[in-house]
């Protein structure tokens, strides 16, 4: 089960909001910024990551971003707070929140048919695009469903990456809409969704109806070309002082692709719970668990392959389940909003705290470097008030 991906996070920088001056952040909540701070710095100390950057905003305050470590090894470059980091499979929330903004604008429906975008697509009609935003479409990822032959060495950043899923060997783990299983594959096939409604390219359409609304300028498509300068590499940990970079450094496409800041990334959730990209009711459905097609919430319509039974979760985690591009879950009795990310080099959490109306952003440029302290870090996040 995907219970958590875990993070890694150099100069320090309290990034205001343009308009106004940051009202007083409470001593609680600035004890608990700080105690999170020197939690992260020993991530750095004890090389257990190479460079991380931390973001943290309390109910419209003025958030703290912190950078740590280094960006570059090979040129001792270090990480600061206009790095851009891979943020992997929180590009998903982007996706579904883009599609979310042609269903307000009546393009797209959210009990369409897969059919009616991909008229071949195996079982199209039995497939919605709520089932591909829920992970219950029963799509497999590409790498589980065996793509074919003539498959394109960049894919899916390739044209008509459906036409390779669609020939998939084993093109479903289940039938659509009976469970929930996390699917890289059904969110490929969204982004070829909103291309086709819009006209654009993906990128572009996120640029002017997301991005643009939330002021974000440091949120990129990353294609896998020589990195800009303000690009953080992305490391794997070999042993007690050794870093290398990954030799598998794909580009998952509207899955996976987008690089951020950690600034960027709260301005992103500022602008969506503030209601200034989809409606507050279009949220409320993103952000609420998702159903099978029985009626059942997914946390309870859980797939496991061949019998597989998982271990259970750690006893502060509660039903943890999957809205429509959003992981929802409850830690310590905290209900909790957000969204990881994993994939060669990096790891990345994007977290909203509903109670306290918290956002906080965790950006590592190396594998599973947070590992050691993720345990203490959720116990710290949900005391924010």
Same mark, same amino acid.
């Given at each position: ?13 309290? @990034?205001?909001?343009?308009? %106004? ?35 943290? #905003? ?9 950078? *740590?470590?280094? +960006?570059?090894?090979?040129? %001792? ?33 959210? /009990? ?9 697509? !195996? ?18 990822? &590409? ?17 008509? !990456? =459906? ?16 469970? =929930? ?5 059904? *969110? ?6 909103? #291309? ?12 002017? =109806? ?10 990129? &498509? ?9 690009? @953080? ?55 609420? $668990? ?6 059942? !919430?997914?946390?309870? +319509?859980?797939?496991? !392959? ?13 039903? /943890?389940? $999957? ?8 830690? *310590? %009795?905290?209900?909790?909003? &957000?969204?990881? %990310? ?9 977290? /909203? ?10 950006? @590592? ?21």
């Amino acid at each position: 089960m995907r219970y958590l991906i875990v993070l890694t996070f150099c100069a320090i920088i309290f @990034a205001g909001k343009a308009s %106004g001056q940051a009202t007083e952040v409470s001593p609680a909540n600035a004890a608990i910024t700080n105690s999170i701070d020197s939690l992260v710095q020993t991530l750095i100390t004890n090389k257990q990551a190479a460079g991380f950057m931390l973001g943290i #905003e309390n109910d419209h305050q003025q958030p703290f971003v912190k950078a *740590y470590g280094i +960006a570059d090894l090979t040129t %001792g470059k270090p990480v600061n707070v206009a790095s851009e980091f891979r943020i992997a499979s929180i590009t998903k929330p982007f996706t579904a929140v883009a599609l979310m903004t042609l269903v307000e604008q009546g393009k797209v429906g959210l /009990y369409d048919k897969l059919s009616k975008y991909f008229k071949d697509y !195996p079982k199209g009609d039995s497939i919605t695009i709520y089932q591909l935003l829920s992970h219950t479409s029963g799509i497999p990822n &590409w790498w589980e469903g065996e793509t074919p032959a003539n498959t394109p060495g960049n894919f899916p950043m390739c044209k008509n !990456p =459906h036409l390779y899923l669609q020939a998939m060997k084993k093109p479903f783990l289940f039938e659509p809409g009976t469970k =929930h299983s996390y699917s890289n594959s059904g *969110y490929v096939l969204l982004g070829e969704i909103i #291309e086709q409604v819009s006209g654009l390219p993906y990128m572009d359409y996120l640029k002017a =109806h997301v991005l643009s609304k939330a002021g974000m300028h440091q949120t990129l &498509w990353d294609e896998g070309h020589d990195l800009d300068d303000t690009w @953080a590499k992305g490391y794997q940990k070999i042993n007690d002082t050794t870093f290398k970079e990954p030799t598998n450094y794909t580009m998952p496409y509207t899955a996976g692709s987008l690089r951020s800041t950690a600034a960027d990334l709260i301005k992103f959730l500022d602008a969506l719970y503030g209601g200034k990209i989809v409606k507050k009711s279009s949220l409320q459905k993103m952000t609420t $668990y998702a159903l099978t097609s029985s009626g059942k !919430p997914v946390d309870e +319509a859980m797939f496991f !392959p061949n019998n597989f039974v998982p271990p259970p979760p750690p006893a502060y985690l509660k039903r /943890y389940g $999957y809205g429509l591009g959003f992981t929802l879950t409850k830690i *310590y %009795g905290t209900p909790i909003v &957000w969204h990881t %990310g994993g994939i060669a080099g990096f790891n990345s959490i994007m977290l /909203y705290i509903p109670k306290s109306k918290t956002k906080i952003i965790l950006l @590592a440029n190396t594998e599973n470097g947070v590992i050691p302290i993720w345990e203490q870090l959720q116990q710290l996040m949900v005391r924010y008030q």
